[in-house]
């Protein structure tokens, strides 16, 4: 689901895998206190606006979640470390400061990621060949 949708929508399918884990510890049944869903940890409004019905549906999730992933990276021109900080912070709060945002959580979100997609990409290599 990851590799499909991360080709579908030209993101790096590593960044995705590891915003997924990032974001939900693989779970697709999880839910933030702040009331983000899935595995991508879609607010309600967000998913809405993705045209995700079942943030909870793995495959809706994803595809959800990448879009608007790779709506960031469009947003932010393709600097993933300000898209990642727009994904987790919110695009708006981003553009204000010109960069992440001076809020631990975003900054921790954004080593994180980082640090999980360059694991990913050198010692967990992705097939991008259908099963």
């Not at 409004?45 to 993705?50: F, G």
């Not at 945002?101 to 080593?111: G, H, L, M, N, S």
């Amino acid at each position: 689901l990851i590799v499909r949708s991360a080709m579908q929508h030209g993101v790096n399918p590593w960044l995705v895998k590891a915003v997924v884990l990032a974001e939900s510890g693989m779970n697709p049944d999880a839910v933030s206190r702040a009331g983000a869903q899935g595995l991508m940890q879609l607010m309600p409004p967000t998913a809405k606006e993705l045209g995700v019905i079942d943030a909870f549906d793995p495959a809706e999730c994803i595809d959800g979640g990448t879009r608007y992933l790779a709506k960031m990276l469009d947003t932010f021109a393709g600097d993933t470390r300000l898209a990642l900080a727009g994904y987790n912070a919110g695009p708006n709060r981003v553009k204000r400061v010109g960069r992440v945002p001076d809020i631990e959580e975003t900054q921790t979100y954004v080593k994180r990621v980082m640090a999980l997609q360059r694991y990913f990409r050198t010692s967990r290599p992705i097939s991008t060949e259908p099963r």
